[in-house]
């Protein structure tokens, strides 16, 4: 059985940083690509970062590029997100996802698996 177990939320104030992590279980970690998506109330969900299998090509979304950085630690099955300079923008559920292939894809559909969610809140 699958399980993606998102942690690292949290209230932060506007220009903090926060660091999520998603804990992979029941799955071959080192031979998926991996990604992180938010949604905010009301909208729908969006891309934000994704990782190849090997943490050696990454993607990130224009709104959050320069701010959050994506990595993954295969020997703990982790996936991190290194967010600073925070927005109230980036104010949503975060979600981790796994996709069943090696490279790494920005298209939500891709993607197979998914966490619960973590809810980061960033106050101005």
């Known amino acids: 059985q699958v399980q993606l177990v998102e942690s690292g939320g949290g209230l932060v104030q506007a220009g903090g940083s926060l660091r999520l992590s998603c804990v992979a279980s029941?799955?071959?970690?080192?031979?998926?690509?991996m990604g992180w998506f938010r949604q905010a109330p009301g909208k729908e969900r969006e891309f934000v970062s994704a990782v190849n299998w090997s943490g050696g090509s990454t993607s990130y979304a224009d709104s959050v590029k320069g701010r959050f950085t994506i990595s993954r630690d295969n020997t703990k099955k982790t996936l991190y997100l290194q967010m600073n300079s925070l927005k109230s923008e980036d104010t949503a559920v975060y979600y981790c996802?796994?996709?069943?292939?090696?490279?790494?894809?920005?298209?939500?559909?891709?993607?197979?698996?998914w966490g619960q969610g973590t809810q980061v809140t960033v106050s101005s």
């Open positions: 996802a796994a996709q069943v292939g090696l490279g790494l894809t920005t298209e939500r559909g891709a993607y197979n698996y």
């Open positions: 029941g799955l071959t970690f080192s031979r998926i690509g």
